[in-house]
């Protein structure tokens, strides 16, 4: 069993930056990819960014520039800096794992909210 625990939303400025983090629990030995999901209000969860077991990374074409993806292995975390943030990028986000099993575990979510 895999718990994942994300910390560091809130409300920002447009323009501001915050850096979310998710700390994960138990073995993480088979997955394959983690990184985070966003959902905004009426919309679907879209995958924001994400870290390949090889740490390969790969983001969003709509926050290239902005947010980084970021893992380390020593501390079972996952991190995502977002900077230059924009009104649009208001949602909650999710961390995930997923695993070579096909089960992807998730967080419980942290509300970004970016607004004047």
């Known amino acids: 069993q895999v718990q994942l625990v994300e910390s560091g939303g809130g409300l920002v400025q447009p323009g501001g930056s915050l850096r979310l983090s998710c700390a994960a629990s138990?073995?993480?030995?088979?997955?394959?990819?983690m990184g985070w999901y966003r959902q905004a209000p009426g919309k679907e969860r879209e995958l924001v960014a994400r870290?390949?077991?090889?740490?390969?990374?790969s983001v969003k074409d709509s926050v290239k520039g902005r947010f980084t993806i970021a893992g380390d292995n020593a501390k079972n975390t996952v991190s995502l800096q977002m900077n230059t943030l924009r009104p649009e990028d208001t949602a909650v986000y999710y961390c995930?794992?997923?695993?070579?099993?096909?089960?992807?575990?998730w967080g419980q979510g942290t509300q970004v909210t970016v607004s004047s």
């Open positions: 870290i390949f077991s090889s740490g390969t990374t």
């Open positions: 995930y794992a997923n695993f070579r099993t096909a089960t992807t575990y």
């Open positions: 138990g073995s993480l030995f088979s997955f394959t990819t």
